[in-house]
């Protein structure tokens, strides 16, 4: 059956933070008239989440858990949980916490004002000085590159609806850009800033 929304989120060595994930989600979504899925795909993980993963099947029936054979790297687990979502709209965010579901009302009532794509803007990025100036490098390169628009500083997470989800769906490449695909479709977008959480548990 159809849900009104999906939460996609990839999993890689999660163990300490799918669980509290999944407990923050339930609570914000219950404040909220509403159907959804959780989709929580299983990227090839070696440590304990596979088995977190199982017990909270029992205890959380709006859960689906999608199992990659191994690593297909960070979008291509995002694409796996597209696949196989349901919803009206599709919510993407990060498995590590760092995407606080608490902003999710913003996230919805923004949507509901008639935007296709509503994509988070990151007030501060996380990552330390060489990471980010490796990010800079790559937006300012791709921007002499592409043809359109593509937002600085817009993660992955945000809300997309059903028909944007089906033409990232109906395009040809192998390895897809989510970002870019998203950005390019030319659908009504808008971005929502919002405060990226630090990595509460493990690596990144």
Same mark, same amino acid.
């Given at each position: 059956p159809v849900v009104d929304y999906s939460l996609v989120m990839p999993a890689y060595n999660e163990e300490d933070n799918v669980g509290p994930l999944v407990e923050r989600i339930e609570k914000v979504m219950s404040g909220i008239s509403c159907t959804y899925e959780i989709i929580i795909v299983n990227n090839g993980s070696f440590d304990s989440t596979p088995l977190v993963l199982e017990k909270l099947l029992k205890t959380c029936p709006r859960l689906v858990v999608l199992t990659l054979t191994r690593n297909f790297g960070y979008d291509g687990a995002i694409i796996a949980g597209l696949e196989n979502a349901r919803g009206q709209k599709i919510i993407?965010?990060?498995g590590d916490q760092q995407d606080p579901p608490e902003v999710l009302p913003e996230f919805i009532s923004k949507s509901a004002e008639g935007f296709d794509i509503v994509y988070g803007i990151r007030s501060k990025r996380t990552? *330390?000085?060489f990471i980010s100036a490796q990010i800079k490098i790559f937006y300012r390169l791709m921007g002499k590159i592409i043809?359109?628009?593509l937002p600085k500083d817009a993660g992955n997470f945000g809300i997309m609806n059903r028909e944007v989800v089906d033409v990232i769906h109906r395009m040809p490449e192998r390895n897809?850009?989510?970002r870019g695909?998203?950005?390019w479709? *030319?659908?009504s977008s808008v971005g929502l800033v919002y405060e990226r959480d630090e990595r509460p548990q493990g690596d990144s």
């Amino acid at each position: 059956p159809v849900v009104d929304y999906s939460l996609v989120m990839p999993a890689y060595n999660e163990e300490d933070n799918v669980g509290p994930l999944v407990e923050r989600i339930e609570k914000v979504m219950s404040g909220i008239s509403c159907t959804y899925e959780i989709i929580i795909v299983n990227n090839g993980s070696f440590d304990s989440t596979p088995l977190v993963l199982e017990k909270l099947l029992k205890t959380c029936p709006r859960l689906v858990v999608l199992t990659l054979t191994r690593n297909f790297g960070y979008d291509g687990a995002i694409i796996a949980g597209l696949e196989n979502a349901r919803g009206q709209k599709i919510i993407i965010m990060d498995g590590d916490q760092q995407d606080p579901p608490e902003v999710l009302p913003e996230f919805i009532s923004k949507s509901a004002e008639g935007f296709d794509i509503v994509y988070g803007i990151r007030s501060k990025r996380t990552e *330390g000085w060489f990471i980010s100036a490796q990010i800079k490098i790559f937006y300012r390169l791709m921007g002499k590159i592409i043809n359109f628009d593509l937002p600085k500083d817009a993660g992955n997470f945000g809300i997309m609806n059903r028909e944007v989800v089906d033409v990232i769906h109906r395009m040809p490449e192998r390895n897809k850009f989510i970002r870019g695909l998203r950005a390019w479709s *030319g659908f009504s977008s808008v971005g929502l800033v919002y405060e990226r959480d630090e990595r509460p548990q493990g690596d990144s």
